[in-house]
């Protein structure tokens, strides 16, 4: 079945498998948003006289009924259905007749999917904050627990001045408050409600869109039927912008890890039972989930630019290639929450080394202390300068372990009240409380 289809025609296999592609798989995500935005559009229809109180209470009940299927693993879509709305209305159909067939007045799968993918993302970028925020309150917690435990600092991969876990674990929980103000930025893109737009061009019937809006919890509407259209891959190049962004700081978390673990570095200590061995090498405890949560999050920077590939040269209107949105998207958001878990995990328990600055190959990372000694007893930065180098040529530097520092996100002055004061405003201006309260009174 095929909400397109007319009497008599039928579309050769090869095309149809072809154009069809992973819709059936990938819309059983989609499924549970498809029931909201029948329920919303439902309850419009007979606002406006295009269903009766009765067939609107019987479209409820069948759809609350099909909802409940969405979360417990039992809704399918059925071989021969091209996709979860055309599995919807053949629900409804069964079940009510002529009552079923009416749910689709004054609609186009143009804005049933769009309303869908804006619901699904919307959703998923919610969790990603929250994963995001969890694993912020990880970094903070460390930060706080380590902040006395110094560590090389380094430019150029050369030690340069004394750092810390401190320092370290914050400078991660704060680069993740700039994600989070990505994510914030798509989740208001998705966050707008296309239905009524048809196929691009509005519709005769007198739809009440602003009502739609209310009742699926957006914060507005796409006012111009043309644009809401067009909004569909503006939408999922900004969840996947943001979400390459939060990648990017992954990554780069992951490398460090890599580096810190090594032999070579030794800061700190990845437990036995997240290592894993070598087939010829007994001593190696290999830390494959750092390695891999470098590669999978870099992989995902890519994605903003596949999207872009797919909108390329498209003029305005709908157009069958972004069906493939699909495909980049949904994935893309299970694998950045799988690695916001397993990252979390990690952080938690791994170890850290202490004393690690007590080594007297670490005297150079405190030759900028000895030189501001030098600018306090009166000497001039560029005379002190010149005489600490002096000193280290000629043997004579020794380093100066006390450290003084106290400014506003320094080692001795972290700032970490601060940066989760600023976690908490970026959260809390998603108004995501608002959003579930209006779904649970279309579910009611």
């Not at 009524?196 to 602003?210: I, V």
């Not at 990372?365 to 000895?370: A, D, G, M, P």
């Amino acid at each position: 079945m095929k909400l397109w289809q007319k009497e008599n025609t039928v579309t050769a296999e090869k095309i149809d498998r072809f154009t069809v592609g992973r819709d059936r798989e990938l819309d059983l995500y989609l499924a549970e948003f498809d029931i909201l935005g029948n329920l919303a559009h439902a309850q419009m229809l007979e606002s406006i006289g295009l269903l009766t109180n009765e067939e609107l209470t019987q479209l409820q009940h069948e759809l609350k009924a099909i909802y409940q299927q969405t979360q417990d693993g039992s809704f399918l879509i059925e071989d021969g259905v091209e996709d979860v709305h055309s599995q919807v209305e053949l629900l409804l159909t069964r079940k009510l007749g002529d009552t079923g067939k009416k749910i689709h007045s004054g609609r186009s799968r143009n804005d049933q999917v769009l309303v869908d993918m804006k619901l699904f993302t919307r959703q998923r970028l919610t969790e990603v904050v929250m994963a995001t925020e969890k694993l912020f309150k990880t970094l903070i917690s460390r930060s706080n627990s380590h902040k006395n435990d110094l560590i090389p600092g380094y430019t150029h991969l050369q030690i340069a001045m004394p750092s810390s876990f401190g320092l370290w674990f914050g400078a991660y929980a704060e680069g993740l408050i700039d994600d989070v103000v990505q994510l914030q930025a798509a989740y208001r893109l998705a966050n707008r409600n296309p239905l009524g737009s048809g196929a691009g061009y509005g519709s005769s019937f007198p739809l009440n869109r602003q009502m739609t809006t209310e009742l699926l919890g957006f914060e507005g509407m796409h006012h111009n039927v043309v644009y809401a259209q067009m909004s569909r891959g503006r939408t999922e190049q900004a969840a996947l912008t943001a979400v390459a962004s939060l990648a990017a700081t992954l990554s780069r978390l992951a490398m460090d890890v890599c580096l810190y673990n090594s032999q070579n570095f030794g800061f700190i200590v990845l437990p036995d039972d997240m290592t894993t061995g070598s087939s010829i090498m007994p001593h190696k405890k290999n830390p494959d989930v750092a390695e891999l949560l470098r590669a999978k999050t870099n992989r995902m920077k890519a994605l903003p630019m596949e999207v872009t590939m797919v909108l390329s040269n498209l003029p305005s209107g709908y157009h069958r290639d972004m069906q493939l949105l699909k495909e980049i998207l949904m994935p893309a958001l299970d694998e950045i929450m799988d690695c916001l878990d397993i990252a979390n995990f990690m952080l938690e328990h791994m170890q850290i080394k202490q004393n690690l600055l007590a080594d007297p190959k670490y005297d150079l990372l405190f030759s900028v202390e000895r030189v501001n000694e030098l600018v306090i007893a009166g000497v001039p930065f560029r005379d002190a300068y010149r005489q600490v180098g002096t000193e280290i040529a000629d043997g004579s530097y020794q380093a100066s372990r006390d450290l003084k520092h106290s400014h506003e996100g320094s080692i001795g002055n972290l700032q970490n009240m601060e940066i989760s004061q600023r976690m908490d405003q970026e959260i809390g201006r998603f108004n995501i409380k608002q959003t579930e309260e209006a779904l649970a009174r279309l579910l009611a």
